[in-house]
């Protein structure tokens, strides 16, 4: 029952439309970290291991020119993003992070304690001040496009957003090295 639920949470998450994209035509380069920490790039989006540990970049271009990335790092009960926007010059403009729980009923659980079990959606800015580092930040919870209270286990979720790889510029995010690679995949897109 649990790797059932575990399945069903990695498609779920996988399947959810890309929130970055300002154009609604506008194509990604997918850029997937494999085990041994290597980048490498790729057209078309990767299979999300069921039991977490998928970890992949999707690139919009405005045209030729990069212009958002959004990391994208799996989990067996949750899905950790952060959408990092820039600006002509390169220059990282904006860094929001998200986390989305997806909850996974114990083995053997109540029926009526499955249907407690909700989502939940945290989010916050994250953009690094002048040293670098990421501020102390506000996180906004959701459920179904409203607003709720924290929940109960959120701390160990959005403590990974401490962890956010800062990219100060396009030059240091994964894959830059195949940028050149990368603008070819997406004009072929078109």
Not at 55 to 69: D, I, K, P, Q, W
Not at 91 to 99: A, E, K, Q, T
Not at 125 to 138: E, Y
Not at 139 to 151: A, F, Q
Request: charged share 25%.
């Amino acid at each position: 029952m649990r790797r059932w639920a575990a399945a069903i949470c990695a498609m779920v998450l996988a399947a959810s439309p890309s929130v970055l994209a300002k154009d609604p035509n506008a194509k990604a380069v997918y850029c997937t970290q494999g085990a041994n920490g290597e980048w490498s790039l790729h057209q078309f989006k990767p299979l999300i291991e069921v039991q977490g540990g998928t970890v992949f970049a999707e690139m919009t271009f405005a045209g030729s020119v990069l212009e958002e990335v959004r990391l994208r790092r799996f989990y067996a009960d949750s899905e950790l993003a952060f959408d990092y926007t820039f600006d002509g010059s390169g220059r990282l403009i904006g860094l929001h992070g998200s986390v989305t729980v997806k909850s996974v009923p114990p083995q053997g659980a109540d029926p009526a304690f499955v249907v407690e079990l909700a989502d939940w959606l945290g989010e916050a800015d994250l953009l690094p001040g002048s040293d670098g580092k990421i501020p102390p930040h506000h996180v906004l919870y959701s459920r179904e496009k409203d607003r709720i209270d924290k929940p109960e286990n959120a701390d160990a979720y959005v403590a990974r957003f401490n962890d956010a790889p800062i990219y100060l510029t396009i030059q240091s995010v994964p894959c830059a090295a195949m940028l050149k690679e990368a603008e070819e995949m997406n004009a072929t897109q078109e």
